[in-house]
């Protein structure tokens, strides 16, 4: 990153993690996941958002952090790939903060071999972890989504976000 980003900070198993906010739709409520059977194991299922049906990625399996159940308190990211619109499960969302490229720490610094990880940096006394969206899914997943939002899964209507 070099200059200014404006970042979308969250909660997520206690840690502050963040996306460009260039990527998010909007956040909404949690709401109950229809789950998919054969679905790639970083989808957690399908939500219905405005009409559309939209997979939920699992970023805690990602991140290597303990699964838990989505609660109503918990938030729903949309963001979108270059690919398509995703939906993000995260405790809360913590706000809009911007970030100067030069104090960002490259990830191989930190965490070398993790790809989605985009950068590390400082905010209050804290750490932030920067992700980058487009690496959260491999080709073959992204293939495997695209062929279960082909197949026109029924949704029930009371699980829209």
């Not at 989808?43 to 805690?60: E, Q, S």
């Amino acid at each position: 990153m070099s200059g200014v980003e404006t970042l979308l900070v969250f909660a997520l198993a206690g840690l502050q993690c963040a996306l460009e906010v260039t990527r998010i739709d909007r956040v909404v409520p949690a709401v109950a996941i229809s789950p998919v059977p054969q679905a790639p194991p970083i989808v957690l299922g399908l939500v219905n958002v405005h009409g559309r049906i939209l997979p939920v990625l699992d970023i805690r399996r990602l991140f290597r952090l303990p699964v838990i159940a989505t609660v109503p308190e918990h938030r729903m990211i949309i963001a979108r790939t270059a690919s398509r619109p995703v939906v993000l499960v995260v405790d809360d969302v913590l706000g809009v903060a911007e970030f100067s490229g030069e104090d960002m720490v490259p990830p191989d610094q930190v965490y070398p071999g993790i790809e989605y990880l985009h950068g590390v940096t400082g905010i209050g006394a804290g750490i932030v972890y920067i992700y980058d969206l487009e690496r959260f899914l491999s080709s073959a997943e992204d293939d495997e989504i695209e062929q279960l939002l082909a197949a026109g899964l029924p949704m029930p209507d009371d699980q829209e976000a």
